[in-house]
């Protein structure tokens, strides 16, 4: 339902800003050195003029699309300098931990370091605030406000598909070698996004800066009622889980005797919002087929 | 004396196998009755399907069991390889078959996941290259056992320094690698127990058989030779044995490294002196060491799960500090290193000429020519105004480290009389890293030239630890050497424990350890480029030092140079140089232990000559190591570090190669 209502909204907030944008801002010619920056650039509609490591966004992140006429200036970390100032960027947005390393920069186009590991603030508060600033930036308000109001639908949606559902869940990845896996949850996008779907997450240890952590295969029998989800990395995947079938501990946990492991395409776990709303409806729909398992 | 101190020491030390390992039972019981598992062992005679017998006897159980089995497979692959070549310091780590195994781990899990599946294959094939190469490069020496070290450690460094570049490139495929590399012996069924197991009894068994003809190896090759034995053969088959035994550990737990060498020369301090005694309490000790440290780590898992691999040095490295600083045990260096250079007839001054060249054509094209989108471009004197602030910087930074670190390890192996001696391998740079950690995890941002002092301090510091803790010895190449790996595995622990913690920021300070000159501003480029040049000028006024310090100290002292002084002053100039150029460029583990011998190998002897000359020719290397890096893989900027450590191994390669005939 609040997806139905988020649709319209989005269409007019795109009319109103393109009117807007052609009015007050002068095209820019932005430069994203981080994912999630490009990830919320492309959401605001803002095609960047070059990113750094496209083919890592391409199999990380993927949606948004990143256009073909985006260049690549390679490294995240060591982007071509040269090649740079080719490219004559109004402005360069780099992560914040980054920016010690990117002096030179400064020389070429101002550097606008932002801060992306939100520490006590929760993902996707922090991912709308940033979303904000960039639309400051861009003048891309009403896309930002959209953006953010389809995603606050799409887990709108998910929680109420989900009003039923009462077992804690794992979020988890499976290592290769089928003995080790890693665990998000806390803070991150992944953990947070779970959190606002009312979801109880299994985990509740310590997690690194992007809310993950890697834990033995033993972790997953801290409760017993959980549901297990994880993350298909493909060909990995396919080799965990045939180690896992050979695993007597694997077969002992009471999720794996009741079936109670769902596989799902794979989500960048620091990505913005697009990621979070793919996620939310993702595992919404997914849990909501076992509500009553 | 040493002997008889030895002698009194040795009751009380035997127990400390015994003691580890009860340490260890210990923990493992209260492991078992905090987390309530102490409970389905009632049930011992059936184990039945609950989660908690599960837990245990497919768990807990096999983890025991898999630490000892791997432990001891080390410690006596570690003695095996010790033995084969001659050299207390051998372990699979240190003549670089981990880091082999490591690279093939990388590049099938990047290239060939269909490989990668369990690891054993990729461990397997890089073990096997990492032989062949070392055997090959080191046959035309006879296996000489120093040099063979040396060519292991070459190997080691250039294998770490391409999986860097690989986990750098690839950070977010590789995670993997990242958890394999941690070394955790978490089990969930005995398939890899009993494997290991059944090695380490068949690899007794081997040992056991063979314990005479390997006996026979501590004597020197002709007398073993005129006892019946062909000292080749007899060396072949111990390393391979033990590169076999290592290989199987690695392939299913993960890179386990010290292990073995700090149970190896444990048991030398314990005063296990036969092969036989070696073999068996090199074993013993290290299976109670790593299942120690497993235990700990299994109780602090339920905070938060630490493998074992990333500690086992933290725990290694004091203890054999401690050990090698209270005995007062002299190795035995019987058998010298030397290169055998051939005397060559070209003057001094034309190689001196010819190496100038040599930096003022790299310098030129580094500055000049660079990459775009359409190909190499010879920058036009327009553009050059342009290009030349980005370009010089590097240039400069290269040049200056370069030379720099090239310069401490010559001055280094002159004071030592150590050939072996240079800032990497004596744990220097390590130390300088180690405190640079905490101060870019824990500190706000500082300037570079704040970093610059405060890894010149750790550098300092580490040298004087090093060298207080060899002097005894007489800078006896393995003391110096096992100081070094001491602290290199302690920074490379934390490091690892970093990586395995931390999350993509971390790429930042992998790029650094790999000495990329990147992030290299104008001032830091003329900070280390004045101290270059200030250092070159002191050089005529110590060279009478550098002629006479290696000859040691007895004779240099009878000769009127005044030890006490010559020392601190070299010390202080070695801390500096490291400390910059570490800043400047990571602690690029190559340019300061390759450089010199090939400077010494191309005919410059004499003090002063063969300290310009390094300069020089650290200098070309890092300045070509950097433009390479710049441009071979546009728009990627390949870290200088690497590429320098690819080139110097090839060079070295060929040139030891060469002159060995």
Known sequence: MGAALAAPLAMLSARWSHAQTARSIAPQRLVSLDLLITELLLTLGEVPVAVANIPLYRRLVASPALPDSVEDLGPLNEPNLEFLQRLAPTRVLVADWQAPGLVPLTRIAPVLPIKMFAGKTPALEHCENLLSDMAELTGRQMEAKAAIATTNAAIDAARTLLSGFSRPVYICRFNRDGRNIALFGGNGMLGDVANRLNLRNAYKGRVNGAGVTNAPLSRLADEPDAVIVHFDRGAETDVALARLEESALWHALPAVRNNRVIRMPVIYPSGGLRSAERFATQIGTQLAKRADG | ?661
């Not at chain 2, 002299?330 to 005397?343: E, I, K, M, N």
């Not at chain 2, 750790?458 to 803790?469: D, K, N, S």
């Not at chain 2, 050089?539 to 006490?564: D, F, H, K, N, T």
């Not at chain 2, 583990?589 to 063969?610: D, E, N």
Request: glycine residues 8%; hydrophobic residues 55%.
């Open chain 2, 1 to 661: 004396m040493a002997e008889t101190s030895y002698l009194l020491s040795r009751p009380r030390r035997l127990y400390l196998p015994f003691i580890l390992t009860i340490l260890a039972v210990l923990l493992f019981a209260g492991y078992l009755r905090t987390t309530g598992l102490a409970g389905a062992l009632s049930l011992f005679s059936a184990p039945d399907t609950s989660l908690q017998s599960v837990q245990l006897f497919y768990g807990a159980l096999p983890r025991f069991v898999v630490a000892l089995a791997a432990g001891g497979l080390l410690g006596l692959a570690t003695t095996l390889m010790q033995q084969g070549l001659g050299n207390p310091l051998a372990e699979p780590g240190t003549i670089g078959l981990l880091s082999t195994s490591r690279l093939t781990v990388a590049i099938a899990l990047i290239w060939l996941p269909v490989f990668a599946g369990g690891f054993v294959l990729p461990v397997l094939a890089g073990s096997l290259l990492g032989l062949v190469i070392l055997l090959g490069l080191s046959w035309r020496r006879k296996l000489s056992p120093l040099f063979l070290i040396l060519n292991g450690l070459v190997l080691g460094l250039v294998c770490d320094a391409v999986t860097s570049m690989l986990i750098l490139t690839h950070y977010e495929e590789i995670a993997d690698l990242l958890l394999w590399q941690s070394g955790s012996l978490v089990q969930d069924n005995w398939q890899v127990a009993r494997l290991l197991s059944l090695c380490l009894a068949a690899a007794a068994m081997v040992v056991f058989l063979l314990r005479k003809p390997l006996s026979l190896l501590d004597l020197d090759d002709s007398s073993a030779r005129s006892l019946g034995l062909s000292p080749m053969m007899a060396r072949l088959a111990a390393i391979g044995l033990a590169a076999g035994a290592a290989a199987t550990v690695t392939a299913h737990v993960g890179l386990l490294a010290f292990v073995g060498l700090a149970g190896a020369a444990l048991a030398r301090i314990c005063g296990a002196r036969r092969f036989a005694d070696r073999a068996i309490f090199s074993a013993l000790l290290s299976a109670a060491l790593l299942l120690l440290t497993d235990q700990t780590m299994q109780m602090a898992e339920m905070v938060m799960a630490i493998p074992a691999g990333t500690v086992t040095a933290l725990f290694a490295a004091p203890l054999l500090l401690y050990l090698l600083h209270s005995s007062r045990t002299q190795p035995r260096t019987g058998r010298a290193f030397d290169l055998h250079v051939p005397h060559r007839l070209v003057p001094t001054r034309n190689i001196l000429l010819g190496l100038t060249v040599l930096f003022i054509i790299a310098t030129l094209i580094a500055l000049a020519v660079g990459r775009t989108p359409e190909g190499f471009t010879l920058a036009a004197a327009s553009e050059l105004s342009q290009l030349l602030p980005w370009r010089w910087p590097r240039v400069a930074g290269a040049l200056a480290a370069g030379g720099m670190v090239a310069l401490s390890g010559c001055l280094m192996q002159r004071m030592t009389g150590n050939h072996l001696a240079s800032p990497e391998l004596i744990g220097v740079s390590s130390g300088a890293t180690l405190v640079m950690l905490p101060v870019i995890f824990f500190l706000p941002p500082l300037s570079r030239s704040q970093t610059m002092l405060i890894a010149a301090v750790g550098a300092l510091v580490f040298l004087l630890i090093a060298l207080r803790l060899a002097r005894r010895s007489q800078y006896a190449p393995e003391k110096l050497l096992l100081t070094g790996l001491a602290i290199t595995a302690l920074s490379g622990s934390f490091l690892s424990s970093a990586i395995y913690f931390g999350d993509i920021r971390l790429t930042r300070l992998i790029g650094w350890l790999s000495g990329s000159t990147y992030a290299v501003t104008e001032a830091d480029a003329m900070i280390a480029l004045g101290l270059l040049a200030a250092t070159i000028a002191i050089l005529p006024l110590i060279q009478r030092w550098l002629g006479l310090m290696p000859l040691g100290e007895p004779v240099a002292a009878s000769l009127g140079v005044e030890i006490r002084l010559a020392r601190l002053c070299i010390i202080i100039l070695v801390a500096v140089l490291t400390g910059i150029a570490t800043v400047m460029i990571g602690p690029v583990t190559f340019v300061g232990l390759v450089v010199p011998h090939i400077v010494r190998l191309i005919g410059l002897r004499k003090p002063l000559a063969q300290t310009v000359g390094c300069v020089l020719a650290g200098a070309t290397l890092m300045i070509v190591s950097d433009w390479i890096g710049r441009t071979i893989a546009f728009p990627w900027d390949i870290p200088a570090g690497l590429v320098a450590s690819v080139i110097g191994a090839t060079v070295y390669g060929i040139t030891t190669g060469r002159s060995a005939r």
